[in-house]
């Protein structure tokens, strides 16, 4: 892996590994995002059976990651993913940050619109 010098990692180590701290952070904003959105999402629209929404959010949520789970070899046969694999979960979760908060921004003027027109 990296040399450590006492209880840390060398600074070569951990220029060696930036590319994984960065895909970690863009993988945790994506998260946050995508799952604030959908939270925001689901008890707008669902404000008498918000429960009924969440159900089916987290239902639908789990079969997406068995079915990342059952393509994950196909893409990759080897342990460790090689950098071009690496290079296509990054962009896969850079696109999926980036919808999420699209689609946030496009339900939110959708619904100022709709909550205009109702009060007018």
Not at 9 to 34: E, M, N, Q, R, T
Not at 64 to 83: D, E, G, Q
Not at 89 to 113: D, E, Y
């Amino acid at each position: 892996m990296g040399e450590h010098c006492g209880p840390v990692p060398c600074a070569a180590s951990i220029s060696l590994h930036a590319p994984l701290f960065g895909a970690a952070i863009l993988l945790g904003l994506s998260d946050c995002s995508f799952q604030t959105q959908t939270s925001a999402v689901i008890s707008e629209v669902y404000t008498q059976q918000s429960a009924d929404g969440f159900a089916v959010f987290r239902t639908l949520q789990a079969i997406a990651a068995m079915a990342c789970f059952l393509v994950t070899p196909a893409i990759s046969s080897n342990t460790y993913s090689s950098k071009s694999e690496f290079a296509l979960l990054i962009g896969i979760t850079a696109a999926n940050m980036v919808l999420a908060l699209m689609g946030f921004a496009l339900f939110q003027r959708s619904l100022v619109h709709h909550k205009r027109s109702v009060a007018v």
